[in-house]
């Protein structure tokens, strides 16, 4: 087994009901890891629906489609096409996207950290925040390149060594993007899952809580407390999509939430239903929710 094959793990279903689909997901290498969480490849026909409800996650996303007209959501009310070749990133949101098929998609994806993404888009992400921008207009030539290269390629696993080749290429050399005591802070806040106050974290890195908000805010695209928020979220819901029995008032509490409801309003919030009711929409073999 080479290197690379040891950081996959595939994801297989096919089912007379559901359709079939294949995904591989792949971890950075060490020095990549500061910056992408995953690398996933992903091939689905026949399946038994055609929307899928995509979560906040606390990353920004790059996702290249490689197959069938895939349609986007976001924000609501709204829809983007993206025929084969087309690709779009989208920064930290909290509001939950929709995906939509003809019951057949392939693509590629990367998951970013904020400092990923930052350093990747190499300006403040509130400028764009979590809109829909075409890869070209951000990158240019490498982003096409990129693009075909990932069309020409005919396995998963080849499309995960494109995909880290060209975060690497992107990355290599740069210069960091924003001062020392941001890049804690996002760190910071992802390591405890949301689950530090942004007051105290603005202790540790010595300023004042406001003076923290905006800076984090203008760097990253979205406030500390916000991101805090989706965070735990995110944890929550990883936490139940494992879990063969809930016990909802420990969940929260693990979680950092101060009870039960709280954790309900914030399942309402980012996924638009409340915790149970939606973990009924969710798809076996990391096939994602149902919209």
Same mark, same amino acid.
């Given at each position: 087994m080479d290197e690379q094959t040891s950081r996959i793990i595939y994801a297989e279903h096919n089912s007379p009901d559901l359709g079939a689909w294949r995904m591989a997901f792949m971890t950075p290498t060490q020095s990549l890891?500061?910056?992408?969480?995953?690398?996933?490849?992903?091939?689905?026909?026949?399946?038994?629906?055609?929307?899928?409800r995509e979560t906040p996650s606390g990353l920004a996303t790059l996702v290249f489609n490689l197959g069938d007209e895939l349609r986007i959501e976001h924000p609501a009310g709204t829809l983007t096409a993206y025929r084969a070749g087309g690709a779009f990133y989208s920064g930290l949101s909290s509001a939950y996207a929709v995906s939509e098929t003809g019951g057949a998609q392939e693509g590629a994806q990367v998951m970013l950290t904020p400092l990923g993404a930052r350093a990747l888009v190499g300006f403040p992400l509130e400028e764009i925040g979590d809109r829909l921008i075409d890869p070209v207009d951000l990158f240019g030539a490498a982003a096409r390149e990129t693009i075909a290269r990932l069309q020409e390629a005919n396995s998963p696993n080849r499309r995960l060594a494109i995909l880290e080749q060209a975060m690497a290429s992107r990355l290599?050399?740069?210069?960091?993007?924003?001062?020392?005591?941001? /890049?804690?802070? =996002?760190?910071?806040?992802?390591? &405890?899952?949301?689950?530090?106050?942004? /007051?105290?974290? =603005?202790?540790?890195?010595?300023? &004042?809580?406001?003076?923290l908000s905006v800076r984090f805010k203008r760097e990253f695209g979205m406030a500390p407390k916000l991101f805090a928020r989706v965070l735990r979220f995110d944890r929550a819901l990883r936490e139940l999509r494992g879990a063969s029995a809930v016990d909802w008032a420990q969940l929260a509490d693990a979680c950092g939430y101060a009870d039960q409801a709280h954790l309900t309003r914030d399942f309402a919030a980012f996924a638009g239903s409340p915790p149970a009711a939606f973990l009924r929409r969710g798809l076996p073999d990391s096939g994602g929710f149902t919209d």
């Open positions: 890891a500061p910056y992408v969480v995953r690398f996933n490849a992903y091939c689905e026909s026949d399946t038994g629906f055609v929307r899928r290599a050399g740069m210069e960091p993007p924003l001062p020392r005591d941001l /890049a804690f802070a =996002a760190r910071r806040l992802r390591a &405890s899952c949301g689950r530090i106050g942004v /007051a105290a974290l =603005a202790s540790e890195i010595g300023c &004042s809580r406001k003076h």
